[in-house]
Nanobody
């Protein structure tokens, strides 16, 4: 069984930065794509970013392009989300996900594994 554990969330002022981490344990997610979703209160869970196993392919939601960067360290079984120029509308619980297909993990049903989430709050 695979467990994904997110960390790095917190409270930050608008314009600030945070770096989220997601560590996988249980077994190596060989050839798995990984990504991030977020869910704000009263809203549906939405795709944020995804990265292929090699790191050579990435996808971003239009709302975060140019501000967020996804990366991974396969030796550490960890994926990161660097978030810069944060806005109040970025406030949400951020979830890490993983699945064998980078196209499919951009949708909630296309993921095999999910983390428990980490809260990000951006104050204005």
């Amino acid at each position: 069984q695979v467990q994904l554990v997110e960390s790095g969330g917190g409270l930050v002022q608008a314009g600030g930065s945070l770096r989220l981490s997601c560590a996988a344990s249980g077994r190596t997610l060989s050839y798995y794509a990984m990504g991030w979703f977020r869910q704000a209160p009263g809203k549906e869970r939405e795709f944020v970013a995804a990265i292929s196993w090699s790191g050579g392919t990435t996808y971003y939601a239009d709302s975060v392009k140019g501000r967020f960067t996804i990366s991974r360290d396969n030796a550490k079984n960890t994926v990161y989300l660097q978030m810069n120029s944060l806005k109040p509308e970025d406030t949400a619980v951020y979830y890490c996900n993983a699945g064998p297909n980078i196209i499919k993990i951009r949708t909630p049903i296309g993921s095999d594994y999910w983390g428990q989430g980490t809260q990000v709050t951006v104050s204005s």
